[in-house]
């Protein structure tokens, strides 16, 4: 399958934990990718690879896996992590397609 | 640090081509995939395309029977041509650099580097 499902938005308290979940089967061989979009700014790698951060992302941000379902995991959310964020992956139907979920709007309370 | 720099025209007529263009500076060109992602106003990435410095392209299928990807590798850039544009072609359109792998049986995919974007509006 080539499509990568995300909640449209999710909300988080000031300093609490969030998770933005990312389902698709192409999650069952493939790690997601994560990024982060600010209005007017070019999406920004924050996870890739099993759990790996680019330098200055900062290690409140984490990825885990399981099954066809990806989780981006913000422990301590800060009013700068308010963003949309998307998952990526490649799909695994044969057509080495890159495909993207649909974006999470994240609200910081 | 590998930095992508993209330009094109940014007001296109109904029917015609969209053409912008990506130069590689700072890094490698080759053991990529270099790709093309556009956002419609209001809305979610949509990827359209790769090429890989050999010429090696894979495409979107619901853009593929219009879109060209094409390499300059004399030039460190990869272009983007895209016929018989319409108002639901009008987005903001990154270039990315793209790369690949495998860990203990398990692919990676990310994107770690993208252009600015360029706003490309289609309007009579």
């Known amino acids: 399958s080539s499509e990568l499902t995300q909640d449209p938005a999710v909300s988080v308290a000031l300093g609490q934990t969030v998770r933005i979940t990312c389902q698709g089967d192409s999650l069952r061989s493939y790690y997601a990718s994560w990024y982060q979009q600010k209005p007017g700014q070019a999406p920004a790698l924050v996870i890739f690879g099993k759990n790996n951060r680019p330098s200055g992302i900062p290690d409140r941000f984490s990825g885990s896996s399981s099954g066809n379902t990806a989780s981006l995991t913000i422990t301590g959310a800060q009013a700068e992590d308010e963003a949309d964020y998307y998952c990526n992956s490649r799909d695994t139907s044969g057509n080495h397609q890159v495909v993207f979920g649909g974006g999470t709007k994240l609200t910081v309370l | 640090q590998v930095q992508l720099q993209q330009w094109g025209a940014g007001l296109l007529k109904p029917s015609e081509t969209l053409s912008l263009t990506c130069a590689v500076y700072g890094g490698s060109f080759s053991g990529y995939y270099w790709s093309w992602i556009r956002q419609p106003p209001g809305k979610g990435l949509e990827w359209i395309g790769e090429i890989n410095h050999s010429g090696s392209t894979n495409y979107n299928p619901s853009l593929k029977s219009r879109v060209t990807i094409s390499v300059d590798t004399s030039k460190n850039q990869f272009s983007l041509k895209l016929n018989s544009v319409t108002a639901a072609d009008t987005a903001v359109y990154y270039c990315?650099?793209?790369?690949?792998?495998?860990?203990?049986?398990?692919?990676?995919?990310?994107?770690?580097?993208w252009g600015r974007g360029t706003t490309v509006t289609v309007s009579s």
């Open positions: 990315a650099s793209g790369s690949v792998g495998v860990i203990t049986n398990y692919y990676f995919y990310y994107m770690d580097v």
